[in-house]
């Protein structure tokens, strides 16, 4: 029996997701790793919280000055090649962290962080859109959710993994006092795992390059780029999307990022794999949008539910008493999981409420771009160094008085942002 168009495309298109979902678990991995090596390296170097901030900082800013340059590198080379060469500049980074630890160099960390914060943001402009141009537009949401799935699950795996290669000897609560032996220890510690990493981030580089993944058909709008960065933010649903993105990146890492230190803080021993239970949070949110999307929700309607969800559990969090295990006792103890503070509970459960957001803003903010699909994407990208900003406020709020508990409160003008982009900014046609 002969198929259709439609079954071919369909069946067509199926090795290059499997391929693509490779790269999104490799994405979070490589993000996420970030949830317990702050913590650690606030512990091993003696920082801040501020200063443990800047560890996130170096990662996420390195999008505001590599997302349009990544775009033009696409356009130039291909969607296939920049996600290749976006693995390849992440294999660098790999092994920027070794001097690093072995100096115990706080510069050369934050370094290593840029560099692969830049590999990852040339990876992230290129399969983003492929996803989303790879089949039927009316279902881009799904297969945004499904590689988020994958994406958030490598973030549960990931601080596991940390802890198991890296932490498992040498985590300590706060408060206790390390020898210089032991700090030693921790930094040789990261050497080999990272040699690992950045070799197997080379050969799924060369991977990608020698697949069989279809190039898509490359954009022609060709304009000045500055023209095109003005046409595309002419769109008041791509700039307003850009702003609802860079607002969630901030609360999705503070969420994400800061509950180790925040553990760490409240002597928990266990910090590094506390990443885990957010992006547990954040897998179960991805599972209902599938489910429940559009069957029972909108999308709209799911995006306005979880900014709502955010405000509520952000001044839970803010308002709540760090000494009570009320949550834990009634759902985790029982069944034999480890009693831990409400409040940290449910900053993890941020995870549900950040879940939705990124696939629903990135279908309604690139919806009818045409040739400006890549600058769209890039600007969109951009969004992305809200996770170098939010966590950074969050660190300056900890240190102001309001203690890292209450630090918290800075999530809540951007749910509200979030929530007036569900409700109206991503139906704007015109800034008139």
């Not at 130039?76 to 290749?84: E, I, T």
């Not at 070799?199 to 991977?207: I, K, S, T, Y």
């Not at 295990?325 to 503070?341: D, K, S």
Request: glycine letters at 10%.
């Amino acid at each position: 029996m002969e198929m259709t168009a439609e079954q071919a495309k369909k069946r067509s298109s199926i090795l290059p997701m499997i391929i693509v979902a490779m790269l999104f678990f490799v994405l979070g991995f490589a993000t996420w790793l970030n949830g317990s090596l702050m913590p650690y390296l606030k512990q091993m170097l003696l920082l801040t919280p501020f200063q443990a901030s800047l560890v996130l900082f170096s990662f996420y800013i390195a999008v505001t000055f590599t997302a349009l340059p990544s775009a033009w590198l696409i356009r130039k080379v291909g969607y296939k090649n920049g996600m290749a060469l976006g693995m390849a500049t992440m294999m660098l980074a790999g092994l920027l962290y070794i001097p690093a630890a072995q100096t115990q160099t706080f510069a050369l960390f934050l370094l290593a962080q840029l560099v692969i914060g830049t590999g990852q943001t040339l990876l992230q402009t290129a399969v983003n859109p492929y996803v989303v141009k790879i089949g039927p537009e009316e279902t881009a949401a799904v297969r945004i959710s499904i590689m988020g799935i994958l994406n958030k699950t490598a973030g549960v795996v990931a601080p596991i993994v940390f802890t198991a290669l890296i932490a498992s000897s040498f985590v300590a609560p706060a408060g206790t006092e390390l020898t210089a032996g032991q700090i030693d220890a921790m930094a040789a510690s990261l050497v080999l795992p990272y040699l690992g990493l950045a070799a197997f981030l080379g050969l799924l580089a060369l991977a990608v390059k020698f697949s069989p993944l279809p190039e898509l058909e490359k954009e022609t709008g060709e304009g000045n780029k500055a023209g095109q960065i003005k046409a595309a933010l002419a769109r008041p649903s791509l700039a307003l999307g850009v702003l609802a993105l860079f607002v969630y990146v901030a609360v999705e890492v503070i969420a994400g990022d800061t509950i180790g230190l925040f553990a760490l803080s409240l002597g928990v021993e266990r910090y590094t794999v506390m990443t885990s239970y957010t992006m547990g949070c954040m897998v179960l949110g991805y599972i209902l949008g599938i489910v429940l999307i559009p069957r029972v929700l909108s999308q709209q309607a799911a995006l306005a539910v979880s900014a709502v969800l955010g405000v509520v559990l952000t001044l839970a969090i803010v308002l709540g008493d760090t000494s009570s295990y009320v949550i834990a006792n009634t759902l985790l103890v029982p069944f034999g999981g480890t009693a831990l503070p409400d409040t940290l509970l449910l900053i993890a459960v941020l995870g549900l409420a950040n879940a939705i957001v990124w696939p629903a803003v990135w279908p309604l903010a690139l919806s009818g771009l045409g040739s400006l699909t890549s600058i769209g994407s890039a600007l969109l990208i951009m969004g992305i160094a809200g996770g170098a900003f939010g966590p950074l406020f969050w660190g300056l709020a900890s240190g102001s008085g309001l203690g890292q508990q209450g630090a918290y409160i800075v999530m809540l003008p951007c749910y509200l942002f979030i929530l007036f982009y569900a409700l109206k900014g991503h139906k704007l046609t015109s800034w008139r």
